[in-house]
């Protein structure tokens, strides 16, 4: 009806063509969930020290840092959550490609310490006590064929923690000149001052590097290190001081954990799921296309195309944003698209309203998007609101079955708006609104 509408027109045309090119394009895979593809499911028991106590606060510490390591390695849409008044997490791992690598890096607790060894040098893999934790013993010092406290042999001497790693900013994986793998790590100010003062007052002494009550190195104090910044050397492979790194990096874990039971999920399961899901959606859409076809006619016919539209979009922004599909996720996508259908029977309808008055087509359009939009928009609002609180609630207490629904509603209910008043508006207003000449007298074309 307006130079405006083929401007629309000729926007909707590329988005739409961006969305097959992304949709098309094998660098834009969707993800799927524990669900769908299978994956590793690990239970994690708390297994403190002799004499540490266990606290709800160092559990759900503990949860959240094997969350954020996990994150790190690019694993797709993780489960990390507390089993509720148990010291046990419950950790999914969809698509994991090296388990042990994955379940290696949640397990570990990472501490690491700076601790002052005089003139002598430790040797790397030596098990030793240190001042942090009033001197609590090693786990390395436990005799496996006599894990008894009490019959812990402890070293003749308790060494001093000059720093531990909460005193870092920063770990990277860096190579030198001569293909050596080592760990770079930067200290905040009050850490970087101490080690200055530290190493300035101790040059030629031995300041040993020690992860989790065991030695990684012990390098010679050559000189003051007034810049905050130092490195971890120890014979490493890439994957090793990537894990270090990635470790170091999100923290210590407040209490060690063990592994109490490891399932694997098959893509049996998933595959079926998938089968299913895409059986039922297709079902659904092709029901409700003829539906609209069926009862409103040209103007149904006009929605289904926004409806294609609307699909195509939705499945673009789960590649493009990396959402990850479950099956409580899809059920969010197939909710939001009855949603889609529900704003323009609403704009149809109250077209057909103003036709009955006796209004003309051009009136009955205008009117119709006019005075459905405020109802879409106030519906719209209230379900976007449900989601945050979905959204907060879910990442509050681990229910990330929620929040996967949460999402995929969200998105489609955001797409549903452009293509039900923008789309689905501009197709109507180009086809109907600009041939009233050839509609005059068939009113049935326009479900009347």
């Known amino acids: ?10 926007i909707i045309v590329l988005i739409v063509a961006g969305g097959i090119w992304v949709v098309t394009n094998p660098d834009y895979p969707i993800r799927q969930g524990l669900d769908l593809q299978g994956g590793l499911q690990v239970l994690l028991q708390a297994d403190p020290l002799p004499g540490q106590e266990v606290t709800n606060e160092d559990i ?4 959240s840092i ?24 419950v950790v999914e791992l969809p698509g ?12 570990e607790t990472a501490l690491l310490e700076f601790i002052d060894t005089g003139s002598q040098p430790l040797e790397d893999g030596t098990c030793v006590r240190t001042s942090y934790n009033n001197g609590q013993p090693s786990r390395c010092e436990l005799d496996p064929e006599n894990p008894d406290p009490s019959a812990i042999q402890f070293p ?13 900013r920063s770990a990277a994986v860096e190579s030198s000149q001569y293909g050596e793998i080592y760990v770079s790590f930067s200290l905040q100010p009050d850490a970087a001052e101490v080690f200055a003062n530290y190493t300035r007052d101790n040059i030629g002494n031995f300041l040993t590097i020690v992860l989790d ?31 270090l790194a990635l470790q170091l990096r999100y923290g210590s874990l407040p209490v060690p954990l063990v592994i109490e039971s490891t399932r694997q999920v098959g893509a049996t399961l998933g ?30 016919f006009l929605a289904d195309i926004a409806l294609l539209a609307y699909a195509l979009l939705n499945v673009t922004a789960f590649m493009l944003f990396g959402v990850t599909l479950t099956l409580p996720a899809i059920t969010g996508f197939l909710l939001s698209t009855g949603m889609a259908v529900d704003a323009n029977i609403l704009v149809f309808e109250r077209m057909k309203e ?12 205008l009117t119709g998007f006019d005075k459905a939009w405020s109802s879409i928009r106030d519906s719209n609002i209230a379900t976007l609101v449900i989601c945050g609180i979905l959204l907060i609630f879910g990442r509050s207490f681990g229910a990330s079955v929620v929040v996967g629904f949460a999402i995929t509603l969200a998105i489609g209910v955001m797409i549903s708006m452009f293509t039900a008043v923008i789309i689905t508006r501009t197709l109507v207003r180009i086809i109907m609104g600009r041939s009233v000449a050839w509609l005059k007298g068939k009113k049935w074309l326009l479900g009347v």
């Open 213 to 243: 009550k065991q030695v990684v190195s012990s390098p010679r104090i050559n000189s003051a290190i007034d810049g905050g910044s130092g490195s971890i050397t120890g014979n490493f492979t890439y994957d090793e001081a990537s894990t």
């Open 354 to 365: 103003e036709l009955r008055k006796g209004a003309t087509l051009r009136e009955a359009i």
């Open 60 to 63: 759900n510490t503990a949860a």
């Open 156 to 168: 003749a001497s308790t060494y001093e923690t000059i720093l531990t790693g909460a005193g870092l």
């Open 271 to 300: 595959e079926f799921s998938i089968n299913s899901s895409i059986r039922a959606g297709a079902i659904g859409l092709a029901i409700v296309l003829l539906f609209m076809f069926v009862y409103y006619r040209l103007p149904g």
């Open 1 to 10: 009806m307006s130079r405006n509408d083929f401007i629309w027109l000729f």
């Open 96 to 107: 994991v490609e090296n388990p042990q690598e994955a379940i290696s890096l949640i397990q």
């Open 66 to 89: 094997i969350e954020q390591r996990i994150n790190a390695l690019g694993l797709t849409e993780p489960l990390v959550e507390v089993a509720q008044g148990e010291n046990r997490i």
